[in-house]
C-alpha cells in the first residue's frame, strides 16, 4: 500500500515563510508528479503546484513566484517552500502522488491527509 504524509504546516504571520515536505512510501514501483493542493474552507480544493519526475513544474496563478516546488526523487519527498506568505493562503495543503503500487499495472492518484496553514497575525 502507498502512503503520503505531509509535515511542515503550522501558524505563520504575514510577510513569512513556511516549508512543506510530504514522503511518500509503501509499495512504490514508480512515482509520476508530485504535487500540492490546497483547500479553503468553503472553497473548492485548488492547484497549488506540480513537479513531473523530469523536474518541469507548474504553479497556480495565486502562488506563482512566492511558493517553489521540488523533489528529491532519491526520497520519494516532495517539498513546497512557501514565501511571502498572506492570509488568503491559509488553507489545508494536500499532498497529491501519481505512482504505480509494485502490486498493481496501472499508474493511480494519491493523496496525504493534508496539513494546516494559517496565516495570520
Known amino acids: 500500500q502507498v502512503q503520503l504524509v505531509e509535515s511542515g504546516g503550522g501558524l505563520v504571520q504575514p510577510g513569512g515563510s513556511l516549508r512543506l515536505s510530504c514522503a511518500a512510501s509503501?509499495?512504490?514501483?514508480?512515482?509520476?508528479?508530485m504535487g500540492w493542493y490546497r483547500q479553503a474552507p468553503g472553497k473548492e480544493r485548488e492547484l497549488v503546484a506540480t513537479?513531473?519526475?523530469?523536474?518541469?513544474?507548474n504553479y497556480g496563478v495565486s502562488v506563482k513566484d512566492r511558493f517553489t516546488i521540488s523533489r528529491d526523487n532519491s526520497k520519494n519527498t516532495v517539498y513546497l517552500q512557501m514565501n511571502s506568505l498572506k492570509p488568503e493562503d491559509t488553507a489545508v495543503y494536500y499532498c497529491?502522488?501519481?505512482?504505480?503500487?509494485?502490486?498493481?499495472?496501472?499508474?493511480?492518484?494519491?493523496w496525504g491527509k493534508g496539513t494546516q496553514v494559517t496565516v495570520s497575525s
Open positions: 513537479i513531473s519526475s523530469g523536474g518541469a513544474t
Open positions: 497529491n502522488g501519481k505512482i504505480r503500487d509494485s502490486r498493481l499495472t496501472m499508474t493511480l492518484n494519491y
Open positions: 509503501g509499495s512504490i514501483f514508480s512515482i509520476n508528479s
